[in-house]
């Protein structure tokens, strides 16, 4: 597996990776009107061409497995391909993110991950991350979510481009 900067080309499979990932993270905790209109706004397909340039990808044999994309101190999306869970591919990338931010001068890194994802809560938290604030939204058909905000303290370290990862 090779970690390395996204490309415009990388489009199409990071939008249809991102569906994927958060269908299987949330579809067996969230109600069914929350997933209806998460799937009936098309979210991936404005945000991804707007901010690729900010992500990086995991791939292997050609094929994309999961990307991130830290923007500032926020690990601001986190997605890895069902199949590939427990792999390893979400703590390398997690792992990139976070060096860098530290490469950026940020001293922490922060995210936020819905309580209808109790995976991804478990992630962060095996991976050093804490707790620090909670907010209640209420989302279309007044289904209520609570978002969880984690942080973590980083090491300043810098390096950059392709990276293998084993």
Known sequence: MILRPAREGDLPA????????WL??????????FVRDWLARGFEEAWYPKHWPEMTVA????????????????INGLWVDPPAHGRGVGSA????????IAAAGHS???LSCSAFNPNGVRFYLA?????FRSETKTR??????????FERELLN???SGVRSVD
């Open 14 to 21: 990071m939008v249809a990776l991102a569906r994927r990932s």
């Open 24 to 33: 299987s993270a949330f579809t067996a905790h969230a109600p069914e009107v």
């Open 59 to 74: 791939e292997a044999d050609g094929v994309i497995l999961g990307l991130v994309q830290p923007t500032a101190d926020e």
């Open 93 to 100: 990338l997690l792992a990139e993110g976070e060096r860098q």
């Open 108 to 110: 922490r890194a922060w």
């Open 127 to 131: 991976r050093g991350y804490r707790q």
């Open 140 to 149: 279309t058909g007044g289904v209520v979510e609570t978002m969880l905000y």
């Open 157 to 159: 370290t810098s390096r």
